[in-house]
């Protein structure tokens, strides 16, 4: 068998042809082609094959209940947004999507309009607001809006030793499609860059940092889930997202005010920050169609 060419390829992939499940012979098969195209392509040495096993053994053996680092290798090659864009193809009206990150927790605390979901986080108050509304500018009343963030100091309640959450919560639009809610201003901050991704980066010279952001979930009946974030305009990390998740609709502008009243009648003898996002849903029916 020649093992330099297409025998030993063609041999791999016709070994799947028994398989019972078509997309799963078709998805080995292309993942063989490719995987044997790339190391002809680069004429992988053993040394390298060998330090390539010891590099996914350590990233599994990093893993854990609270850490995924294959999930933050697939961020930081691309490939979480790569699946984000083909699975996600919507109408140019609606919100555009990105990855939905590692720091989601089911069961958030339920807030009313204009609430607070910092729960004690540091950081300057931030007044986060917007409407949800489809595709034609109509609003969608009773949308369920997920949010979550990071703090001041970059970190997610998860990572700390808190009581209860913080910077999380959901909350309903109203009949005029309006969300609004209180956290803080975001900030950038490093992904984990103490295991194996993070030497993949430094060795790449690649830095970990992502832009300031704000997560959201929404979800409404006959609309497709969009996952998505609003990121601070003026970052300097826009353009070096360490998991390219940066999309330029997605950036918004976040003013800071000094001390005084707010919008919603809150009084502040520190400054405080304000940012407004609408969120548009397509319908099921509309990304069928695409």
Known sequence: MD????????AVVGSFDSSPDARMKAVMGALVRHLHAFARE??????????????????GQFSSGSRQEFVLLADVLGLS??????GNRKP????????????????SPEIELGGDVSNGAPGQP???????????????????????????????DVQKDVDGPQNRGHLTTDAEGNYSFWAVRPVAY?????????????????????PAHIHFMVTAPGYSRLITHVFAAGDEYLHSDAVFGVKDS???SF????????????????????????????????TRSL
Request: charged share 25%.
């Open 250 to 252: 997605l950036i918004a």
């Open 81 to 86: 947004m790569l699946t984000v864009g083909l």
């Open 3 to 10: 093992l330099e060419g297409d025998e030993l390829t063609d």
């Open 92 to 107: 140019p009206e609606a919100t555009e999507s990105t990855v939905f990150g590692p720091f989601f927790v089911e069961g």
């Open 255 to 286: 003013v800071e005010h000094p001390a005084g009243t707010a919008p919603d009648g809150r009084q502040f003898d520190h400054p405080y920050n304000t940012v407004q996002y609408d969120l548009v849903l397509a319908t099921i029916e509309e």
């Open 42 to 59: 680069v004429g992988l040495t053993e040394e390298e094959y060998f330090t390539g096993i010891d590099f996914l053994t350590r990233t």
């Open 190 to 210: 490093p992904i984990p860059d103490d295991g194996p991704v993070g030497e993949l980066l430094r060795a790449g010279g690649r830095g970990p940092m992502r």
């Open 126 to 156: 931030c007044l986060v607001s917007g409407r949800v509304l489809d595709t034609k500018g109509q609003p969608i009343a009773g949308a369920l809006v997920e949010t979550w963030q990071a703090d001041e100091d970059g970190f997610y």
